[in-house]
């Protein structure tokens, strides 16, 4: 059974870091894309970064480009998002994804996501 | 970027009908379309791939149809666990800069 559990959720100023945590179980985790999708309070669903089977290609949402950094470790079978300079509309809950491909593709399986609130 | 509409924004339906949600994309997309269920407090949970291929385990009352622009996803009888939140998604720009519709609450009447 694929798991995907997010962690790293907290409450942080604008203009601050955090990193969340995505662990990943029950499939050959080196062998498929990974991403994250996050959902502002209230809102839709909004695709923010994806990362190749072997992390050699990343790509990202205009709104976090320069911004988020997308890793993986495929030894601890982890996903990770580096997020700095954070502001308000970051807030949202974070979602993982496993995709359905190694270089691409949508997302198959989610988490249930972890939640980042940029508050003053 | 390509723009994802999802019409009705919501609906209600009873229990047994025959419920239909369309999605059209702002370019053709071919049939790189996929329809995923939301319940309150839950991650989003894959239903249909490729605009009509069922995923694994979904119930056969979930279908979709369309390609190019426009496309359909029919729940043949309505059931209780049905009513969630509905998003259509386009893969056709993977990796990168996929886009999800506004969503469809499917509400009970």
């Known amino acids: 059974e694929v798991q995907l559990v997010e962690s790293g959720g907290v409450v942080v100023q604008p203009g601050g870091s955090l990193r969340l945590s995505c662990a990943a179980s029950g499939f050959a985790f080196d062998d498929y894309a990974m991403h994250w999708v996050r959902q502002g309070p209230g809102k839709g669903l909004e695709w923010v970064s994806l990362?190749?089977?072997?992390?050699?290609?990343?790509y990202y949402a205009d709104s976090v480009k320069s911004r988020f950094t997308i890793s993986r470790d495929n030894n601890k079978n982890y996903l990770y998002l580096q997020m700095n300079s954070l502001r308000a509309e970051d807030t949202a809950l974070y979602f993982c994804?496993?995709?359905?491909?190694?270089?691409?593709?949508?997302?198959?399986?989610w988490g249930q996501g972890t939640l980042v609130t940029v508050s003053s | 970027d390509i723009q994802m509409t999802q019409s009705p924004s919501s609906l209600s339906a009873s229990v047994g009908d025959r419920v239909t949600i369309t999605c059209r994309a702002s370019?053709?997309?071919?049939?790189?379309l996929n329809w995923y269920q939301q319940k309150p407090g839950k991650a989003p949970k894959l239903l249909i791939y490729?605009?009509?291929s069922l995923q694994s385990g979904v119930p056969s009352r979930f279908s979709g149809s369309g390609s190019g622009t426009d496309f359909t996803l029919t729940i043949s009888s309505l059931q209780p666990q049905d009513f969630a939140i509905y998003y259509c998604?386009?893969?056709?720009?993977?990796?990168?800069?996929?886009?999800f519709g506004g969503g469809t609450k499917v509400e009970i009447k």
């Open positions: 998604q386009q893969s056709y720009t993977t990796p990168q800069l996929l886009t």
């Open positions: 990362i190749s089977w072997d992390g050699g290609s990343t």
């Open positions: 994804a496993k995709s359905n491909g190694r270089f691409g593709g949508y997302e198959e399986y």
């Open positions: 370019q053709s997309i071919n049939n790189y």
């Open positions: 490729d605009a009509s």
